[in-house]
């Protein structure tokens, strides 16, 4: 069955104290591992696709990185803005987005 | 360029009665998911519906059902409503199919309470 376990549930960074969130992940035939950025009462917002092992992509201060089993999501020198939770998903063969519960980050200045 | 559209944003129903969602996708996106969120289990996947055609459904009782419209606009109902069903209730929109693998975009959400 596919899974997606994302590490740690929340974290609470200093501004400009850079850090990694996880997203560990079994799926059969991954099509694609996506991040999306969620505010309280918002609907997720969507961030990086990554398709293939050892694709990075970029966007400002976040970076998203994909191996065969996880994702890394980096969050260099974050600011309070940044405070969100995190969401992981894959899609794999069963045509569905299966996603991780997600990390609750907080950012303090 | 418009978002999706959620109406109603939120909704206080009782115990037994049955309740209907509204989701307006993006224009010219032909695909509609819906998603129930909440605090324990995260984002949940309901059904996908494509060009009117329900693509794929996922684990939920036969009380949860939906429909989508020619014009792409998309329903979702619940009935015989339990407390557990309270959660907020996301649709997504996409050009394609979900297989495609494309980016979905996320309505602000309909937040049901079952009391």
């Known amino acids: 069955e596919d899974q997606v376990t994302q590490s740690p549930e929340a974290l609470r960074l200093q501004e400009g104290e850079s850090s990694s969130l996880n997203c560990s992940y079994t799926?059969?035939?991954?099509?694609?591992l996506f991040w999306y950025r969620q505010d309280p009462g918002k609907g997720p917002e969507f961030l990086f696709t990554?398709?293939?092992a050892g694709e990075e992509k970029e966007k400002e201060r976040l970076k998203a990185t994909l191996t065969k089993k996880e994702s890394f999501l980096h969050i260099t020198a974050p600011k309070p803005e940044d405070s969100a939770t995190y969401l992981c998903?894959?899609?794999?063969?069963?045509?569905?987005?299966?996603f991780g519960t997600g990390t609750r980050l907080q950012v303090f200045p | 360029k418009a978002g999706v559209t959620q109406t109603p944003r939120y909704l206080i129903k009782t115990r037994g009665q049955q309740v209907t969602l509204s989701c307006s996708p993006i224009?010219?996106?032909?695909?509609v998911s819906w998603y129930q969120q909440t605090p324990g289990q995260g984002l949940q996947f309901l059904f996908e519906y494509f060009s009117e055609t329900q693509r794929n459904k996922g684990n939920f009782p036969g009380r949860f059902s939906g429909r989508q419209f020619s014009n792409s606009r998309s329903e979702m109902n619940v009935s015989t409503l339990e407390l557990g069903d309270s959660a907020l209730y996301l649709c997504?929109?996409?050009?394609?199919?979900?297989?495609?693998?494309?980016?979905?975009?996320f309505g602000q959400g309909t937040r049901l309470t079952v009391v």
């Open positions: 990554l398709y293939s």
């Open positions: 799926v059969s035939g991954l099509r694609g």
């Open positions: 224009s010219g996106h032909r695909s």
């Open positions: 998903a894959v899609l794999g063969a069963a045509d569905k987005l299966i």
């Open positions: 997504a929109s996409q050009m394609a199919p979900v297989a495609a693998g494309t980016e979905a975009f």
